[in-house]
């Protein structure tokens, strides 16, 4: 089986960063369709960001993360990263990293990956 394992997570004011790593163990990551999603209270999961397997990964993201948050993955180390910049409070909330099963697949699910989860960053902002 893949293990997700996030780090990175803490607490930052308004405006600032935080860089969000995930490491993945069974399969390299570059078999796998990778994904960040985040949780808040009450809410939904949703995606944040997205990367496919090409040998030039292409990345896709949320609304609200263009422009401010790249993710990013390390296929020789195993890890999935997440930069995030000019945060909000609206960017609180657990931070989960996702892969799906290996496959032949040539294309990811525009839903992301579900198949694995991390146990979950948390990030709060403060103003």
């Known amino acids: 089986q893949i293990q997700l394992v996030e780090s990175g997570g803490g607490s930052v004011q308004a405006g600032g960063s935080l860089t969000l790593s995930c490491a993945a163990s069974?399969?390299?990551?570059?078999?796998?369709?990778l994904g960040w999603f985040r949780q808040s209270p009450g809410k939904q999961r949703e995606i944040v960001a997205l990367?496919?397997?090409?040998?030039?990964?292409?990345?896709s993201y949320a609304d609200f993360a263009k422009g401010r948050f790249i993710i990013a993955k390390n296929n020789f180390k195993r890890t999935l990263s997440l930069q995030m910049n000019n945060l909000t409070p609206e960017d609180t909330g657990m931070y989960f990293c996702?892969?799906?099963?290996?496959?032949?697949?040539?294309?990811?699910?525009?839903?992301?990956?579900?198949?694995?989860w991390g146990q979950g960053t948390q990030v709060t902002v403060s103003s």
């Open positions: 996702a892969s799906d099963h290996p496959s032949s697949r040539s294309t990811c699910p525009k839903s992301g990956p579900s198949d694995y």
């Open positions: 069974g399969y390299s990551t570059d078999s796998l369709c």
């Open positions: 990367i496919d397997k090409a040998n030039v990964p292409v990345a």
